[in-house]
Structure formats: C-alpha cells, structure tokens
C-alpha cells in the first residue's frame, strides 16, 4: 500500500505544477500597477489608500517588478536609460511639458536618446500626443509616472549605472538630483536602523552599520556625558532590557524620558559588543529620537550641500552592498531563470511560504489562511458526518423499500432538498429560526458567544454546538439530499445482481443480505464522490459563512477576490488543489477497506 500512496504522491507533482501556472495566469490577468491604473488616460497618478513606498514594499515582496519568465536584467545595459531617467527625474512638471515640445522636434543626439527611452516606457498614446501641442501636458504627467515605475521596476539592477552619475565629475547638480531621485525609486529601505518586530542577530549588521554611518556624521554635535549621568541612564536602561514587545517597550521608553542628549549613550551601547536586547532597545529608543537618520531624497531644487550630502549617503550604501549589486558570473547565470516573478511564486508554493497579504495589514498569507482553517474544519467535518450518517442509510431505505411510500415519501423530501441552494436554505432559517419570527431559537452570526474565551469546556462545547447546527445543517442538506440518491441508485444496482438473489436463495438473513453483502458493493460509487464533496463544500461555504458571519476558508476566498489580495488567493487555489487530490487518494484507500477483492499488490502488473 505504502508503495502506492507514495507513487500517487509523486504523481500530484505534474499537477501541482500546472496549478502553478494557473495561479500565475490568475495574477497576470488581474489588474497591474496600481500607479498605472491611477494615471489612466489623463496621466495623473492621484492619490492610493497606501503611501506608494508601502506598495512598492508589497510590490518587491510579490516579485512584480521582475521579469515574467526570464531575466536577463543581468547582463542589460544600464547607463543611458538611467542618464534619460535621472534627467526627467530632476525636471519639474512644467520643464517636462517644455521638453515635450523640444522632444516633437528632437534633432541632437541627447534628445534623440531621451525620446527613445520614452518610447521604450510603451506609454499609452505616445506617439499621437507627442505631435498634439493640445495634449502635452497629459503627456508630460504620464511621463513623469511612467519614469518612476520605470525606476521602480529596474530595481537594484540600474543602481550601479546610477551611481555612476553621482560621480560623474562631468556631471551638472541637476544630474545628481535626477540620479538621487531615481535611487530613492530602485531601492527601498537603503538603510536599516531598526529591528523587526522578532529580532535576530542577522539583522545586527545592517543596523549597526547604518547607525555607525549616523554617529559618524554627528558625533561631534553631542558633549560627552559625565559619569552620574551614565550610571542614571544605565539604570533606567538595564531593566528595558527584559521587555522585547515593541507595544510595551515603547510606552516604558516614554515613561524612561530619553533624550537626544543621551545619545552617547545609547550610540554606545548599540555599536559596542553588547547583547541583542540591549542592541534592539538601543536601536529603538535612538529611531524614536531622531525621525530621519540619513537623508536619501532630495526635492528637485535641493541646494548643492544637501545633495553633495545625500550623495555620500547613497555611496556609502552602495560600497557596503557591493557584493548584491555586483554578483558573481555563475549568480547572474543561475538567476536569469531563478529571478523571475514565475520562479519566486514556485518557491513560495512548494515551500508554502506564502508570504504577506496585500491588503494594507501585510499580515503573513499562512496565518490567515491558518486562522481560516481553524474556524471551517470542524464545520467541514461535521458536516461531512452528518452527511454520511443520514444519507447512506436513506438511500438504503429506499432502494429495500423501493415503490412503497416510504420510498416515495424520502424520495421527495430528498428531491426538495437538492432543489434548494445552500444560502437559501441558510437565510430561510436565519428568518424563521433566529430573527424572532416566529422563533428566535439560535444566534445569527459567529461561532461563540460574547465572553467564550473565559468559558469551561464543557459550557464552551456546549456554545459551540449551539452556535453551529445551523451552519451545519446548511453545508450539509444539499449534498446529503445527493448522496442518499446516489446511495439508492447504487443499492438498487447491487440488489439485483446474481449473488444477492443466490444468497436469498440459501436462507440468508435479509439484514446480512443487506448490510452484509449488498451494502459493502454499493459503498464503492458512494466512496468515489468523496473526492468531489469536500472540495464542493468548500465552495459552498463561501455564501453559508457570508451569511452566518463565520471567518472561514469561504469568506476569506471571498473577501481575497473582492480585495484582490492575490498572494492570498494563489494560496487558496494551491491548497484546494492539495485537498481535492488528497481527497481522491483517500477515497482509493478507503475502496480497499470495503472491498477485499480490490488490493494495491497488482497495481500496474501485466
């Protein structure tokens, strides 16, 4: 047997694999950038419910910004579209509208060169509003949108050709601006000077290293501190130390009253040897006390100091992460095919690292859908045995008692049942059953009561069966009223074969006739929609947990396609695809326990 599950479980991978590339399609089809969608046909990139770094942080997180299949940013070019991008990026909305006109008539070289990567952006329109005077200042909108996402999207692999402009000596201040602005698009988070809400030691060097390049700059600007004071700050330091919750740790450090002046301190004690809580409290109290570190943007009019400045920082960043800017030739080769957007989500779903949610929570895809798990299992399992339990003997009743009223009887409520949808029946009983007209016997939303937490488990048990009948029953009617016909159907088949009426024939017990002989043959067409039940019930407990209020696997698909939370989504797709060929796979062991005749020995002989 175990060589046939194993066998089978191998047999899922091409599978699986073609789920792949299905959740892949879903997320190509769906509606792109945001920042696109935005600008529209007037060009305009408006404003979205997230700041655009906190989408470009979800974009970098779901690989949107990588080539679809192949990657070969690895070995492209980067200098003169950088140069077009960085002079854009310098221009104001205005400049951009007198550039177009010059671009209409582009004779020299540079504006031939700028006019070709615009036409490289693809945006919409380009050629025809080019050559309209009337629409070059929608035009200059969407270029200034389509320059970012550019940027945006080129990534980590066009910061070596930026850096280049920055030390250009050549180069004018409007070229550094442009250069700096376009960095500030490629990379997000360049520096790192803080922890993560679970802090490890991997992220030490990167938060050492940032703040080591702020103390650097500023050290001059703080007195050092005299010995009273460091032992006072030492003691309200030490027991913050114990507290790790960034929630509570943040309110202690309001009560601890840090101040600027302190500094010192605390510049000690995360850039010495010390442990990691001191260095995760030391790294938090100095982020809370100074909002912006490093300056890694300038605005279009910067002054030549302030760009000179932030074009140290920008250096500064790229000489400590040479080795991911400059990857090793055998890197570049292997990535061409493992860098993509199809690579990363294949990654994901074989190792169910689903990632974030793309909703403004970025809650981890896992937890969700773990959370979701929770609450429809039971639900699923109960129905399924209420299912099971009812059916299989009314169809039994049926197929014994066939044309005899009670077969017509069952024969109609079934028929009644199985015309009637689950979210029907789910609001007919929510009216009847929990509105107070005419009865108000079951609550209408959740799983619990107010205060279940704080439940035994007995009166929780209790709550919980109460709250779930009415779930329960919906989920179950439609597919019990199927079931117990297909149980007939299949009954009624057996019955009149040879050896149920040779073994009537010797004097057998009509109940071993039945449950003995017919029952265990019948069980084999039942036990085949096993695989399609569950799946099926899945799907319909999207309007059954919509009506109840049950935070299920059905409303969260639900609330993932109206959201258009894809990472989600694809996860959903991906685990249905896990249960439906489990489901089979079960349903094939399950054949071996009701017929001794079917045996996995002489699977795939002669």
Excluded at 550 to 568: A, N, V, W
Aim: net charge neutral; proline share 5%.
């Amino acid at each position: 047997m175990w060589t046939y599950v194993i066998r089978r479980i191998v047999a899922m991978i091409p599978t699986l694999f073609g789920v792949t590339v299905v959740s892949f399609c879903i997320m190509q089809l769906a509606p792109g950038d945001p920042l696109m969608i935005q600008a529209g046909s007037a060009g305009g990139a408006g404003e979205s419910t997230q700041t655009r770094e906190a989408f470009l942080v979800q974009k970098r997180d779901l690989k949107l910004d990588k080539p679809l299949v192949i990657n070969l940013n690895y070995y492209r070019d980067f200098a003169s579209p950088m140069k077009s991008a960085a002079y854009f990026e310098a221009r104001s909305i205005d400049q951009v509208r007198e550039d177009v006109a010059v671009l209409a008539k582009a004779a020299d070289a540079e504006s031939i060169a700028r006019l070709a990567f615009l036409r490289s952006l693809k945006i919409p329109d380009f050629d025809s509003s080019l050559t309209n005077p009337d629409k070059h200042g929608a035009l200059a909108r969407k270029i200034q949108t389509w320059v970012q996402i550019f940027c945006e999207d080129t990534g980590a692999h066009g910061v070596p050709a930026t850096i280049a402009l920055l030390d250009a000596t050549e180069g004018d201040l409007h070229q550094k601006i442009g250069a700096i602005r376009c960095l500030s698009r490629m990379v997000v988070a360049p520096f790192v000077f803080t922890y993560s809400s679970h802090p490890s030691e991997a992220e030490t060097p990167k938060v050492v290293s940032a703040w080591k390049e702020w103390w650097r700059k500023n050290e001059k600007k703080f007195p050092p501190l005299d010995e009273d004071r460091r032992q006072a700050l030492e003691r309200k330091f030490t027991p913050l130390t114990t507290e790790l919750d960034r929630s509570t740790l943040f309110t202690r450090l309001e009560e601890a009253g840090f101040d600027r002046e302190d500094m010192p301190f605390l510049a000690g004690k995360l850039l010495s040897s010390g442990s990691l809580p001191e260095r995760f409290v030391a790294a938090v109290t100095m982020k809370l006390l100074v909002a912006q570190p490093l300056r890694m943007d300038v605005p279009i009019d910067a002054r030549p100091e302030a760009v000179a400045d932030v074009a140290e920082n920008w250096k500064v960043h790229y000489e400590s992460n040479s080795t991911e800017y400059h990857p090793s030739g055998l890197t570049r080769a292997v990535r061409v095919l493992t860098d993509t957007q199809y690579a990363h989500m294949v990654v994901r779903l074989a190792t169910f690292n689903f990632g974030r949610s793309a909703l403004t929570t970025r809650e981890p895809v896992s937890e969700r859908i773990w959370a979701a798990v929770k609450v429809s299992a039971p639900l699923m399992l109960l129905s399924q045995a209420l299912i099971y339990l009812i059916a299989v003997p009314l169809g039994v009743v049926c197929a014994v008692r066939r044309g005899r009223p009670a077969d017509y009887a069952i024969s109609l409520v079934l028929f009644m049942l199985y015309s009637m949808p689950s979210f029907i029946v789910g609001m007919l009983c929510l009216m009847a059953l929990c509105y107070g007209k005419p009865f108000k016997w079951f609550p209408m939303l959740g799983l619990h009561s107010e205060g279940a937490a704080g439940m035994t488990w007995g009166t929780w048990l209790v709550d919980y069966g109460w709250h779930s009948i009415l779930p329960v029953i919906c989920l179950a009617l439609f597919n019990l009223a199927g079931l117990a016909m297909y149980s007939r159907s299949s009954m009624l088949d057996v019955l009149g074969q040879d050896y149920i009426r040779t073994a009537r024939a010797k004097g057998v017990r009509e109940f071993h006739v039945i449950f003995k002989h017919a029952l265990r043959n019948g069980l084999i067409p039942i036990i085949t929609l096993f695989s399609s039940f569950l799946p099926a019930m899945l799907g319909g407990s999207v309007l059954v947990e919509y009506l109840f209020g049950i935070p299920g696997m059905g409303r969260l698909s639900f609330y993932s396609i109206e959201q258009k939370d894809f990472p989600t989504l694809m996860a959903l797709i991906y685990i249905d695809a896990i249960v439906v060929m489990l489901s089979i796979l079960l349903s094939d062991l399950l054949y071996v326990v009701v017929d001794p005749r079917i045996s996995f020995s002489a699977t795939g002989e002669g």
